[in-house]
């Protein structure tokens, strides 16, 4: 990860642990994008760390904001209510924050970090990850290659040999692979 994306979010959390005005969803979103070209390096669950830092009263009108109904108070409190009394194992997280942005690159970030390339791509690419691809992810520029050279390095670290289609499909290029070689 480029250096400067780590210090960015460290002195944004000191700034914003003391100035919650401060706090920038956009960019704390965009520094944790970033971040997934440096796995296996923990950079990624650094500023994720440091996000939990960050007051949860913002986070959560971030969420509200994201949400195109609006409720009265207390359909609010019913819902705070119903949330916490389901377990916190049903509820998807990325360590304290439930926010769904951070939720799905969490989840990307362990199935790299996990060396699970190939469910990487499958997930990567899925209707249920397409807000992220494009309103994140798509504003990260060179992403998927970025994550390919993190691939490439976990695989270079793994494998004495490895078989072109094998390696394709760790890189997300199986259906260009396949074409190239006909």
Known sequence: MVPDTLASLRSGSHSYQFNPTTFNYPIVISLLAKSLHAIPTPDFNLCLNLLGEAPVSILQEKASEQDDT?????????????????????????????????????????????????????????????????????????????????????????????????????LGLDGEFAQASQ
Not at 107 to 134: I, K, Q
Not at 146 to 158: D, Y
């Open 70 to 170: 609006t409720k009265d108070e207390a359909a609010q409190q019913q819902d705070a209510q119903a949330s916490a009394s389901t377990s916190t194992s049903q509820q998807p997280s990325a360590g304290i924050l439930t926010d769904p942005t951070i939720v799905k690159l969490h989840h990307l970030a362990m199935l790299l970090s996990s060396s699970r390339y190939p469910t990487f791509w499958t997930t990567y690419r899925s209707e249920e990850f397409e807000d992220v691809r494009n309103q994140v992810l798509e504003e990260v520029v060179d992403f998927e290659n970025g994550v390919r050279k993190v691939v490439l390095n976990g695989t270079a670290g793994a494998f004495k040999s490895i078989s072109k289609k094998r390696l394709a499909t760790y």
